[in-house]
C-alpha cells in the first residue's frame, strides 16, 4: 500500500502550504485530494488534504515489479520515471521473449494490471506506459513507417485501403500518421477486437 499523508487547514491553500513545507517537495510531484469538511454549528469549516509523493508511487510501482519477477520466476530490471504526468517503465529480463510475448500480449497485460493496481491506490487514473528492450518503440516505428508507404499509394492512386484490425493506441497512431496528408482521412470501423481502420481520399 502506498503511504497516504494527510494535513489540514482552513482553506486549500493553507492545507497546501503545510503539505509542501512538511514534504519538502513541490506541486508537481505530488498526487492530492481534497476533502472539505462543512462548517458546523460553533465548529469552523475544515478542509482536510490527502497526499501522494509521485516519489513513493515511482518506488511502490519499482516493488510491484518485483514482485511480478518473483511469481513469474524470472529475473526482471526495471526502470521507472515520471515525465509530463506518464510515468513510463522500461523493463529488462533474462528472457524478454517471455516477458513480451507473442505480439506484446504479455507486456500489455502487465500493464493493466500496474495501472489498475496504483490507480486505485493513488484514487485516480494515472497513465502508465510499460516497455521491454525498446519494443514498442520498435513496433511503433516500424507501423508509423508502413502507414506512410501505405497513405502515400492511396494519395496517389485513389484506391481506399482497409487496415488489418488493430488496438486502440496501434489506431490511434495510424490516424495522427495520415493527419499529416491533406487529400486523406481516416475512418474506423467494427467492434473490439476486430475494430479497423480505412484511409481513403476526402
Known sequence: MLKVNKYEGKTNEEALAKALEELNTTEDRIYCKYIEEKAKLFKAKKVTLEVITKDDVLEYIKEYINVLATN??????????????????????????????KEGRTLNAIQILLRQAVSINVGENIKINVDASNYKAKKQRNLEYEIKKIAKSVSKTGIETKLDPMNSYDRRIVHSVVSNFEDLETESFGETPNRYVVIRKK
Open 72 to 101: 513469474m520466476n524470472m529475473e526482471i530490471h526495471s526502470e521507472v520515471k515520471e515525465n509530463d504526468g506518464i510515468i513510463n517503465v522500461m523493463l529488462v529480463s533474462d528472457n524478454n521473449p517471455i516477458l513480451i510475448g
